[in-house]
């Protein structure tokens, strides 16, 4: 049986879609389509049902991307080894948010490093970037803020992350206990830093504290947390920012937690890998490593 049929059959099988198959293995959609209705004719059975949105696997399908799927991922990873032979090191290659992958996730792999990983970190801010970037092969390893769907991934909640509303202190002075219960009029007293127009960070804390969408423009705009938050400590306005990431900052009084709320809210991390490829050695590791770090977050 050709493989390379086989390897379409898989990848449309996790995908759910020829459509996104194709994407992933840089081939147009009717090549796609064509490589599995010759594969569906050597086998005599149809392997998928079509759907208006997709395709969902016969028995059959399911079946076959069982048996031949680890195979197909073993091959990967002996041509992988092999290229890594070379250089006497097997690589990882990680994706993320900036300010999350660079705090906690890559500290958190440095013992593996020091044991012969080497690693590769892109930073990306976007998930859908994050996760197409996964399917396509670019990481190994994709640490998101959303739980994909479908059967392409894998993914296992990571740890969650507390949002603070945050100041400094000059700012938080001016306002009352009665002020901050009215997110409102927070907003009406002080400027905004956020990573976006939207105001992702600020929505989400208004929505889950106050229960309202916050009606305010962002006075500094700043695609990075970090900056978001040395901006905030410089006295540029309010932020919402990860309690890890302004922890050390809240301890030294550069920012004040102008709130309390009895249920702070949270972000879920996941980490994610394509279905799958948990097989690979270096991969499960750090895998498993990170999952144990995430314990003491």
């Not at 994709?142 to 296992?156: D, E, I, K, Q, Y």
Request: net charge neutral; aromatic share 6%.
């Amino acid at each position: 049986m050709d493989l390379t049929l086989l390897r379409t059959f898989v990848t449309v099988h996790r995908a759910g879609s020829f459509t996104r198959a194709a994407a992933l293995l840089g081939l147009s959609q009717p090549a796609v389509t064509s490589q599995i209705r010759t594969l569906e004719r050597q086998l005599g059975r149809p392997l998928f049902l079509r759907r208006a949105r997709g395709v969902t696997p016969t028995t059959i399908g399911d079946e076959l991307a069982h048996r031949a799927a680890p195979h197909l991922d073993a091959l990967v990873e002996i041509a992988g080894a092999g290229l890594e032979e070379q250089s006497g090191v097997r690589t990882l290659h990680v994706a993320g948010p900036p300010e999350f992958t660079s705090a906690r996730v890559l500290p958190a792999l440095t013992p593996l490093v020091t044991q012969g990983l080497a690693v590769r970190a892109s930073f990306l801010g976007d998930v859908r970037e994050t996760l197409d970037g996964l399917a396509a092969g670019h990481h190994d390893l994709a640490v998101a803020t959303a739980r994909p769907r479908g059967g392409l991934f894998a993914a296992t909640p990571l740890c969650d992350e507390e949002h603070v509303l945050v100041a400094a202190p000059r700012w938080a002075s001016r306002l009352s206990p009665e002020v901050l219960r009215e997110g409102a009029v927070v907003l009406e007293q002080l400027p905004v830093v956020e990573v976006h127009e939207s105001l992702p960070f600020v929505s989400r804390y208004w929505t889950a504290v106050f229960e309202s969408k916050p009606a305010a423009a962002a006075t500094v705009i700043a695609p990075d947390l970090r900056a978001v938050r040395d901006s905030a400590a410089s006295g540029a306005g309010l932020a919402v920012l990860p309690r890890y990431l302004c922890e050390e900052d809240l301890a030294r009084g550069r920012l004040v937690a102008l709130l309390d709320p009895p249920v702070p809210p949270l972000r879920t991390y996941f980490l994610v890998v394509r279905t799958g490829t948990l097989a690979l050695p270096h991969l499960a590791r750090a895998h498993e490593w990170l999952l144990r770090a995430a314990g003491d977050w």
